[in-house]
């Protein structure tokens, strides 16, 4: 396995807009390795999410844990979604607390829609459309926009809730574990 270095706030690659994989490309050799050490420095850095441009990598590709709501004190499977497309469904947006492994030590509240449905490539190449609210619509919303170049400070409505993790902690966080 292989950690890969985590661009950081900054870096223009975190601005650029990633290209959509081809079907045959996500079968390769070189992308099941990608995916794989994507899902090892997600987990090395214990992010939910990771996408192929805070690796470096200009691909529409990302990773994530999504919890699947049932009580399993274990850790979500992680998943990788390639060419994602969100579709919002409804008109509820929740603001809620988010961090990001390009911005270190930094949290704050940004508004998303509450329920997506989003259709992508899994990594053998198949088809998927999944359903999403609340946590993982948030992970998802969060990780698509680095596709595209948008980093969550981007999405807040103000930055009167931007806050230092030791503050969060110390201020804001609901259940210390
Ligand atoms: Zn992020």
Known sequence: MS???V??????????KARPLEKAEIRTAAMQKLIDDMIDTMSEY???????PQIHEGLRIFVAALDAGDDD??????IALI???ITVVGSDVVEDWEGCLSIP???????RAREIKVRAFDRTGAR??????DFPARVIQHETDH?????FFDRMKSLASMTFLDEYSRYWRKDPD
Do not use: F, Q, T, Y
């Open 83 to 85: 060419n994602p497309e």
């Open 46 to 52: 214990h992010g939910v999410g990771l996408a192929a």
């Open 73 to 78: 004190e274990d850790e979500a499977e992680p």
């Open 7 to 16: 661009a950081r706030m900054g870096h223009p690659v975190l601005r650029a």
């Open 3 to 5: 950690i890969l270095k």
């Open 147 to 151: 596709l595209d170049g948008v980093l």
């Open 128 to 133: 998927i459309e999944l359903s999403a609210h």
């Open 105 to 111: 030590d930094i949290r704050g509240r940004v508004p």
